[in-house]
């Protein structure tokens, strides 16, 4: 039968704390990852990359972190704000880019 | 540059019709592709077009077909919904295949 898929992974987060939201990608030859944001009813977006020679990477309010040991990586959000509310995927690229499963971050004001 | 754009937003199809969903990008990218969302799941390939002349099938590729029309436009074709389409689906589009992808706001498929 069709593959129905994995139902997301949720994170609540008290507004104004810090947020992390992790993945675990499975090649280790991968080479590149990347963050992205999708909002409720829209496309998922770039928010932050990071390639295999780094292991730390930081945007405006947003850190990656990159532990290729044990093949994880993370998102940091820094002051949790209700915008931040929406799912988060990791991607990770070696020839082609593959999707995590996506976690769900809900803001509780 | 407007990005990824997918036409329509919104189709509601009875079992067994068919139609083109529509997607073009211009930011002149060589890798394009399709996928489905079902609700509170992931993203799940459909086909890609890892350049122009060519497509080759994803996760998900049955009841569905494909046509890359040229560099810019890569269309999606449901020859007989079945209300197991029923899902939002979106296009994107990338450099390459290893590169990040851009993504287009979607086209959500209703079939009753």
């Known amino acids: 039968g069709e593959n129905v898929g994995l139902h997301l992974p949720t994170l609540s987060v008290q507004e104004g704390d810090n947020s992390i939201i992790n993945c675990a990608y499975s090649n280790s030859a991968s080479d590149y990852f990347i963050w992205y944001k999708q909002e409720s009813g829209k496309g998922p977006q770039f928010i932050i990359d990071?390639?295999?020679?780094?292991d730390k990477r930081q945007g405006q309010r947003v850190t990656v972190l990159l532990n290729k040991t044990v093949k994880h990586l993370s998102l940091q959000i820094a002051a949790t704000q209700p915008g931040d509310s929406a799912v988060y995927f990791c991607a990770e690229i070696y020839e082609k880019l593959t999707f995590g499963t996506g976690t769900r971050l809900t803001i509780i004001p | 540059n407007a990005g990824v754009t997918q036409t329509p937003k919104f189709q509601v199809l009875k079992t067994g019709q068919s139609m083109t969903l529509q997607c073009a990008q211009d930011m002149n990218h060589n890798s394009m592709y399709w996928y489905r969302q079902d609700p509170g799941m992931g993203l799940r390939l459909i086909y890609y077009s890892a350049s122009e002349g060519t497509t080759d099938k994803g996760e998900v590729p049955n009841g569905y077909n494909v046509s890359r029309l040229n560099k810019r436009e890569f269309s999606l074709r449901l020859e007989s919904a079945a209300p197991s389409q029923t899902s939002v689906y979106f296009c994107?589009?990338?450099?390459?295949?290893?590169?990040?992808?851009?993504f287009g706001p979607g086209t959500r498929l209703t079939v009753t």
């Open positions: 994107a589009s990338s450099k390459d295949r290893g590169h990040e992808q851009y």
């Open positions: 990071i390639r295999s020679n780094m």
